[in-house]
């Protein structure tokens, strides 16, 4: 009986503790979609010289949200010829935990008249991060979704990017 009790006291224990620490992507999804969902999210678009002459090159720019005072969602767009790259950054507490990327076909048409919905992505990342860290990533590309599991040095590389990223962009917000 005393094997009993002390199974399921380690289980229990194994259980509230193991899994509140495991990354999960439905409530990381769930913060993307209060951060795209909030209307009061206040946008503001980077003004900083340096940025502008790189993505004039490619008819871009980079725009942060801020909820009250606090950066919530980067995007970054810049087109090239026919293709179209977007990045979009999310964070709760200040560091990041979602990032897509998209590399999309499209006509040339200005990107902010752009019907996003005739897109067709080309290829893409979608990149779930806890602790600064990528816990899920999945990429697209010959026309399907795929879980990265291979190439752990390819994760960090695009990890130590994004972070990169976010710290050069908010610089220039």
Same mark, same amino acid.
């Given at each position: 009986?005393?094997?009993?009790?002390?199974?399921?006291?380690?289980?229990?224990?194994?259980?509230?503790?193991?899994?509140?620490? $495991?990354? %999960?992507?439905?409530?990381?999804?769930?913060?993307?979609?209060?951060?795209?969902?909030?209307?009061?999210? !206040? =946008?503001?678009?980077?003004?900083?010289?340096?940025?502008?002459?790189?993505?004039?090159?490619?008819?871009?720019?980079? $725009?942060?949200?801020?909820?009250?005072?606090?950066? $919530? !969602?980067?995007? $970054?767009? *810049? =087109? #090239?010829?026919?293709?179209?790259?977007?990045?979009?950054?999310?964070? =709760?507490?200040?560091?990041?935990?979602?990032?897509?990327?998209?590399? /999309?076909?499209?006509?040339?048409?200005? #990107?902010?008249?752009?019907?996003? /919905?005739?897109?067709?992505?080309?290829?893409?990342?979608?990149? #779930?991060?806890?602790?600064?860290?990528?816990?899920?990533?999945?990429?697209?590309?010959?026309?399907?979704?795929? !879980?990265?599991?291979?190439?752990?040095?390819?994760?960090?590389?695009?990890?130590?990017?994004?972070? %990169?990223?976010?710290? *050069?962009?908010?610089?220039?917000?």
């Amino acid at each position: 009986m005393r094997s009993v009790t002390i199974i399921l006291t380690f289980l229990t224990f194994y259980c509230l503790t193991g899994i509140s620490q $495991v990354p %999960d992507t439905i409530s990381i999804d769930n913060i993307v979609r209060t951060i795209e969902d909030d209307k009061g999210l !206040k =946008a503001v678009s980077v003004t900083d010289e340096k940025y502008l002459e790189k993505m004039e090159d490619f008819n871009g720019g980079i $725009v942060g949200y801020f909820k009250n005072k606090e950066l $919530v !969602k980067i995007s $970054v767009y *810049s =087109a #090239y010829g026919n293709e179209i790259y977007e990045y979009c950054y999310y964070l =709760a507490d200040d560091k990041p935990v979602y990032c897509w990327f998209h590399a /999309s076909e499209y006509d040339g048409t200005d #990107y902010l008249k752009l019907d996003k /919905s005739k897109l067709k992505l080309i290829r893409g990342d979608r990149m #779930y991060l806890t602790n600064n860290k990528i816990f899920d990533y999945r990429s697209f590309s010959n026309g399907k979704w795929t !879980k990265v599991t291979s190439d752990a040095k390819e994760v960090m590389n695009r990890n130590q990017n994004i972070l %990169d990223d976010i710290v *050069s962009f908010k610089s220039g917000l």
